[in-house]
């Protein structure tokens, strides 16, 4: 009996040089819709679905090959003597290699406009339906649901019997695939139709890269994205230049590529061990990174930048100047690129500064389970926030403190930043506890922390605090309250003369 193979493709890259290997190998070609129209237009002797289930497709293409004759022959273990005299007694013939890719789902739901008819109606059935089937019978079926496989598969196929193991692999694949195609439109229904925690959690990722290592050498690595992430990201970012990203670039890269698109204005971040250690914001992108070298000209070498407008050719003279290991931006002038690909190593990122797609739950990982938020995309306003101290905060220090209260919502908690003048001057980052925290950030300022504002990402419950910041020279505050204890600090503000503003917004980021 000739050997059968089944083809039934959306993605038809090197589909016909397939399957005329196929066909010269004397397998006998089935196939349905547009997949039958191509090999029939390269003059392959490919025959339709419907001659071998002797029923036409119906219901606008939802049923062809959901037929007892297509399954059964994808089924039927081939060492089972009653699974093959019952396709013998229905002359139903075996099926030997399945070639699927299903309907594109993901392209469909990631154009502008897309309907809910329209998602729906690329929901593919029989397609998964036939690759589970083969990759359940892997053992006698040979699934093949990826083109960059065709050439292997081909050589097994010469070897006349694929190995065990190698058709193992493939089944592997599939369940992957069809996993992947089932989060992606679980998802998409759990979205459009509101639900914010449902039952189980079905998320999906798309390899970009093996990863060298992770944290440490002896990690294994990799690096995932979502299945239709769009806008500011590194997991679709641009690489223009550069070698290749490690696990510890990519964390660092997302943690600047975060705080820079909190301001509107041209603004510059570094980062080293996912901390600010600089922020700058200015009229040009060439003054906000200068302001940003200059908060701490020792810990930004070696560092990320991440910028919110195109790296011109002045910003580019002042980035060459120091080791930098990864500069993020929307884009590179043609100067600035001349200027930076000198250097062989520096990765250069071209990405969207537009929070778009997935921007709405963050996803961490514990041991045996995972923790699910929503993303901290809190901001507040000057609307929005409270003076509970006897001297008010003008509209210098007012902007100053707003600038230092989006630093610190990326910083590790514990967490102080000192700014002034649209620059951060100190970090205190991760510290077990929060006058620790200050005095490292009050050290870094230096004399500069005499007349600048500070804020710090979770309440006082004391005021020893408050008490190390009016040593320090800081003459405004920014905390979100809701200590028992606030008025204690209120109090410590006020006998230095400081201005406290609250937010009732905290910011832990552990």
């Known amino acids: 009996m000739k050997k059968r193979a089944l083809l039934s493709v959306s993605d038809k890259s090197n589909l016909v ?26 003059g392959l002797p490919a ?20 037929h007892p004759f297509i399954h059964a022959g994808l089924l039927a273990r081939r060492d089972d003597e009653s699974h093959q005299k019952q396709l013998l007694d229905r002359d139903i013939h075996p099926i030997d290699v399945v070639v699927v890719n299903l309907y594109p789902f993901k392209q469909t739901i990631e154009q502008e406009g897309v309907t809910e008819e329209e998602a729906v109606e690329n929901i593919d059935i029989g397609g998964p339906t036939m690759l589970r089937a083969a990759a359940k019978n892997f053992r006698d079926v040979t699934v093949v649901v990826d083109p960059s496989d065709y050439d292997s598969v081909l050589n097994q196929l010469n070897s006349v019997q694929p190995s065990v193991d190698f058709r193992k692999q493939l089944a592997a694949k599939v369940f992957r695939h069809t996993a992947n195609y089932d989060a992606m439109i679980a998802n998409y229904f759990t979205t459009i139709t509101g639900e914010t925690d449902p039952e189980t959690l079905t998320i999906t990722y798309e390899k970009v890269q093996s990863l060298r290592y992770g944290e440490n050498p002896h990690q294994q690595a990799a690096f995932y994205q979502e299945a239709n992430v769009k806008g500011a990201s590194i997991a679709n970012a641009k690489q223009l230049h550069g070698k290749e990203l490690s696990y510890n670039n990519i964390q660092d890269a997302n943690a600047a590529l975060e705080i820079v698109l909190e301001y509107s204005k041209p603004a510059a971040v570094a980062v080293k061990h996912m901390n600010p250690c600089g922020v700058g914001i200015g009229e040009t992108i060439s003054v906000a990174y200068a302001k940003a ?65 997935s921007n709405t739950k963050k996803v ?88 600048a504002v500070m804020s710090s990402d979770a309440f006082f419950p004391m005021p020893d605090t408050v008490e190390a910041a009016a040593e320090a020279g800081i003459t405004a505050i920014i905390q979100p309250g809701g200590s028992k204890r606030d008025q204690d600090s209120i109090d410590a503000c006020n006998k230095h003369g400081i201005t406290m503003v609250l937010t009732g917004m905290r910011h832990f980021k552990h």
């Open 47 to 66: 025959i339709p679905v419907s001659a071998v289930t002797n029923f036409e497709e119906i219901l606008d293409g939802r049923v062809k090959t959901l």
């Open 17 to 42: 040089e397939f399957a005329k290997g196929l066909d010269r190998l004397g397998y006998e070609l089935v196939s349905t819709g547009g997949t039958l129209k191509a090999l029939k237009e390269a």
């Open 364 to 451: 961490v990982s514990v041991v045996g389970g995972l923790l699910v938020q929503d993303r901290d995309n809190g901001t507040v306003t000057e609307e929005d926030i409270t003076v509970p101290t006897d001297r008010k905060p003008n509209q210098i220090e007012l902007a100053e403190l707003l600038f230092a209260w989006k630093v610190v919502k990326h910083v590790k908690s514990n967490a102080i930043v000192v700014a002034k003048g649209d620059q951060t001057l100190g970090v205190g980052a991760g510290q077990m506890n929060r006058v620790g925290a200050a005095k490292i950030a009050f050290e870094q300022a230096g004399n500069k922390a005499k007349g």
């Open 293 to 357: 070298y200059e908060a701490d000209p020792v810990s930004i070498f070696g560092g990320i930048i991440a910028l919110n407008r195109e790296v011109d050719a002045d910003t580019a003279n002042q980035l060459k100047d120091i080791f930098l290991e990864i500069i993020i931006a929307p884009s590179f002038s043609n100067e600035a690129l001349e200027l930076l690909t000198v250097k062989p190593n520096i990765r250069l990122l071209e990405t969207p500064m537009e929070w778009a797609g």
